[in-house]
């Protein structure tokens, strides 16, 4: 633990205005949901309500750091989503430095790319004349930083607890190891977006609290602009708040219903995730949304369920929109989307990578509520005596927050996984080498895979599935992208290859690089220009007449 | 005051616990960038999977059929400006620095093939003043990776596909992986 601090501590020496810049944009947001809850809280004693936010900020501080020890020895943003990233800041920056930002707008992307993201970080880039790849780099640990605090203030105010509020914001963080996981996805977008629905999400929360006339046109602007942004920073965000309306709206009808209908109205949503969740593991490829809380967080997912009776007794409304959205969001997977005015086809309303994503946020709702549920039950129980009530709560306290807390932390992986972080050192080398050395109209072929992430279409789109993905952004020389699997020993690939003229082949160090092997064997064909233990390039020697 | 101290006592003990676990271990090195390197004191470097600090020595690789690659990663911006002499009988070889332009840490220097196996003293010189600022004794070895151990292994090409956006723990066992993977997918090339 102590050294992820250090590595983080170094990251943010190097990085600091950056870090600054990001966290003061933040925290106005994070000032905003503070400042909507604070008068609608009840609570009694200043004091108190201090101290959380004083650990809140300790928590938010935390975060910052030990997220940002992911960025110690990484080269580049991973994936192969953050070379699109990468390219759309570039473009945008190109713009607001040449005041050509308008004209370049519409060509930008082939397809609709996620704008409000790549405008945000730009911005960013260009304000802080600062390198785009720091840039997105670092945005993307204090928006996983920023992520938990909306989540501690709808449960702070909606049960008064600071415990709970801090043990939602506990699982919110570091419970699972999604949300966090997604950024070595290069999910960017999709994660700030995450942030924004969060913060849309406490302003709608507080408008429905709020009695009429008490600034409640202010509030509806904001939540209209709101929705707005966190569209344009993900498109998904639309769907998951109509879901969170659609759900909170439908919560309250339960709520007013006789309690023998709302608990079999709970029976039927709970049936309703049973039966999907079995479709879900059913499918290879859908099963992997509910792994981080089947697998590795099952145990702090059975904890937030254990609670979640408790909730009920409670707070009623919450656990039937929790369940509403997780039926709704395991729906989704399933609802096919014609999206042909935005030039996405094959496409379902949420996808796999998005579901996996954002159940992270019903979870750390329910553990919360359930706490807060429990500790009331505790304060109302007439079993155990004042004193030994105060210490269960104490006991309670540091099993949950302390043990829980320190467990979560404690087994959380801070840094980038090896096989999502494309771009390692040997490749480096090998692409400031092709910049100086390669001519500028050299053809190089990299590898790549089929987009598969819906499970009903066959995807015709070829996505990188190696370092090769890096090479046409880094060193301005154009790629073809072909599939890994390629025979390099067929005579039919030669002549492919020599269809498209290509000059150069790179093979980089993931399991769905080209095979090295098979360039090195066919030595008549393929020359070995640069070989470093993670990556090389070889040059097509010469081409087969055609018959 | 006292009463919410007292109240709020099982936070101060989790936060406490928290710091001294936290603080619990031996924690490598933050390198020391203003420290000065000079004839009298070069820097002795190692393998940077063994021990990253101002310079550590990546690996080696080849050029065509007749350079050697000397691959270094500079955490110091001392280490910048270098180029490397290799000793070969009473002569040194003289290998040529570049800095990769996009990654200013990663440095790689070009000169004449050495064998396989063969035992080499680097000395690193600063191109400003010429002075030796850092050394060190290695076997070159292409495509292979030092550990800490000193086991070595060879990349070998992996057959074997994943899914696109893995999670944490996937298995790569389906034809079609999907994208993405998960936190458990076991990739099948990775470094013990």
């Known amino acids: 633990m102590w050294q992820i601090i250090l590595d983080g501590l170094s990251v943010l020496d190097k990085n600091g205005l950056i870090v600054f810049c990001i966290v003061s944009l933040l925290s106005l947001g994070c000032c905003a949901n503070f400042f909507l809850f604070r008068n609608l809280a009840k609570q009694k004693n200043a004091l108190r309500s201090t101290f959380s936010l004083f650990l809140l900020i300790l928590f938010f501080v935390f975060s910052i750091i030990v997220r940002l020890a992911y960025l110690k020895d990484i080269f580049v943003p991973p994936y192969f989503d953050s070379v699109e990233h990468l390219k759309i800041i570039k473009e945008l920056v190109e713009g607001f430095s040449t005041s050509t930002f308008l004209e370049r707008l519409p060509n930008l992307t082939s397809n609709y790319y996620h704008l409000g993201f790549h405008f945000i970080a730009s911005l960013l880039t260009f304000g802080l004349r600062a390198d785009p790849i720091n840039v997105i780099l670092v945005f993307g640990q204090i928006i996983l930083a920023a992520m938990p605090i909306p989540i501690f203030f709808l449960i702070w105010h909606k049960t008064q607890s600071g415990t709970a509020a801090f043990f939602a914001l506990l699982l919110a963080g570091f419970g699972w190891y999604m949300p966090g996981f997604a950024i070595n996805w290069g999910k960017y977008p999709a994660l700030t977006g995450l942030l924004a629905f969060e913060i849309v999400l406490s302003i709608a929360y507080a408008l429905s609290k709020r009695k009429t006339g008490q600034n409640q046109s202010v509030l509806i602007i904001f939540l209209i602009f709101g929705v707005l942004v966190s569209t344009l920073i993900h498109t998904r965000t639309l769907v998951i708040l109509f879901i969170s309306f659609a759900s909170w709206f439908f919560a309250g009808r339960i709520h007013t219903l006789p309690q023998s209908y709302q608990y079999s109205m709970l029976r039927i949503q709970l049936l309703g995730i049973l039966i999907l969740g079995i479709l879900i593991q059913k499918d290879p490829l859908l099963k992997l949304a509910l792994e981080p809380y089947l697998d590795n967080g099952i145990l702090i997912a059975l904890i937030a369920l254990i609670l979640s009776p408790f909730a009920l007794s409670k707070f009623p409304r919450g656990v039937y929109f929790n369940a509403l959205f997780v039926l709704s969001i395991f729906a989704c997977l399933f609802i096919p989307f014609n999206g042909s005015v935005l030039k996405l086809t094959n496409q379902t309303l949420l996808d796999r990578p998005f579901v996996e994503m954002i159940l992270y946020l019903p979870l750390s709702l329910l553990g919360g509520l359930g706490l807060a549920g429990f500790l009331e039950s505790l304060k109302n129980t007439k079993i155990l005596s004042k004193q030994n009530r105060l210490y269960t709560k104490a006991l309670t306290t540091f099993l949950f927050i302390g043990f829980i807390g320190f467990f979560s932390i404690k087994n959380y992986n801070f840094y980038p996984v090896e096989y999502c972080n494309f771009l390692k050192y040997d490749d480096t080398v090998i692409l400031d080498w092709m910049d100086k050395n390669l001519p500028s109209d050299a053809r190089i072929l990299v590898a790549s895979d089929k987009l598969n992430v819906v499970p009903s279409s066959i995807s015709a789109d070829l996505v990188g599935s190696d370092a090769g993905i890096w090479v046409h952004l880094l060193t301005d020389k154009k790629t073809i992208l072909m599939p890994y699997e390629l025979d390099f020993l067929s005579t039919e690939t030669i002549e492919e290859l020599c269809q498209n003229q290509i000059g150069y082949i790179y093979v980089g160090s993931t399991s769905q690089s080209f095979n090295t092997q098979q360039l090195r064997k066919e030595v008549g064909w393929y020359k070995e220009i640069l070989f470093l233990p993670n990556a090389q390039l070889y040059q097509l020697k010469s081409c087969f007449p055609k018959n | ?192």
Do not use: H, W
């Open chain 2, 1 to 192: 005051m006292k009463v919410f101290l007292r109240k709020r006592s099982v936070f101060f003990i989790i936060l406490i616990l928290l710091f001294i676990t936290a603080c619990n271990g031996n924690p490598t090195q933050v390198p020391e960038n203003s420290q000065i390197y000079s004839d009298s004191s070069p820097l002795n470097i190692t393998y940077c999977n063994i021990s990253s600090t101002d310079l550590c020595l990546e690996g080696f690789g080849k050029e065509g059929e007749d350079n050697l690659l000397i691959l270094f990663k500079a955490d110091n911006p001392v280490f910048a400006d270098i180029y490397v002499g290799i000793e070969k009988g009473k002569d040194e070889i003289v290998f040529e620095c570049i800095q990769a332009q996009d990654f200013s840490k990663n440095i790689y220097c070009s000169g004449d093939i050495f064998p396989n196996g063969e035992n080499i003293q680097l000395n690193i010189y600063a191109k400003e003043d010429e002075k030796l600022i850092a050394k060190g004794g290695f076997t070159i070895q292409y495509g292979v990776i030092q550990r800490a151990d000193d086991i070595e292994f060879e990349i070998s090409t992996p057959e074997s596909s994943k899914p696109s956006y893995p999670n944490e723990s996937n298995e790569p066992n389906e034809p079609d992986e999907p994208n993405y993977p998960n936190s458990s997918y076991e990739n099948p090339t990775a470094t013990p």
